[in-house]
T-cell receptor, first 110, second 114 residues
């Protein structure tokens, strides 16, 4: 399974756009890129998934360049409630085990 | 539509004891996975159940065992507890053939071993 590398922590202020980049140099052809969000004392929550180019939903956008060796999760106009740990996962096994790294701890300040 | 539920919320056990954690999957889901999350770390996959059988297993000793019932609910059992077993235990459910890598997590059970 492709290993991912992402920053350990990031700080931001309310109203700013936050971009979290994940490197996955060994991504395989059939791998998808998935991001989860985890608040303290809660289970992770699926937020977005993509294969290539750009995906947008009501929560975030996911940018994937043509070589797919990295991806960027974009959170528009963050609020204090976006303070959480964000995990980047790479894999293609439907329903299979999720491999989590350490994630990026995002702290949003007023 | 009920989400994933887990019980108990918190649990304190002594070294050497045994513990059973319970999980009810999201309505309509047929697959249950269990994860262990130590403080400050990402969740680590323990095993996955589908059709009442263990289908995949992570790098955990045989002290960790599980079960899935006909109604898709599941149990995680840990025998001969060690201090290092203290963690948040997460249950996640999914639908076989569903979206890649999309699992719904419960709130977890916080296990403390003293």
């Amino acid at each position: 399974l492709a290993k991912t590398t992402q920053p350990i922590s990031m700080d931001s202020y309310e109203g700013q756009e936050v971009n979290i980049t994940c490197s996955h140099n060994n991504i395989a052809t059939n791998d998808y890129i998935t991001w989860y969000q985890q608040f303290p004392s809660q289970g992770p929550r699926f937020i977005i998934q993509g294969y290539k180019t750009k995906v947008t939903n009501e929560v975030a956008s996911l940018f994937i360049p043509a070589d797919r060796k990295s991806s960027t999760l974009s959170l528009p106009r963050v609020s204090l409630s976006d303070t959480a740990v964000y995990y980047c996962l790479v894999g293609g096994n439907q329903g299979g085990k999720l491999i989590f790294g350490q994630g990026t701890e995002l702290s949003v300040k007023p | 539509d009920a989400g994933v539920t887990q019980s108990p919320t918190h649990l304190i056990k002594t070294r050497g004891q045994q513990v059973t954690l319970r999980c009810s999957p999201k309505s309509g889901h047929d697959t249950v996975s269990w994860y262990q999350q130590a403080l400050g770390q990402g969740p680590q996959f323990i095993f996955q159940y589908y059709e009442e059988e263990e289908r995949q297993r992570g790098n955990f000793p045989d002290r960790f065992s599980g079960h899935q019932f006909p109604n898709y609910s599941s149990e995680l059992n840990v025998n001969a507890l060690l201090l290092g077993d203290s963690a948040l235990y997460l249950c996640a459910s999914s639908l076989r053939g569903g979206r890649h890598y999309e699992q719904y997590f419960g709130p977890g059970t916080r296990l403390t071993v003293t």
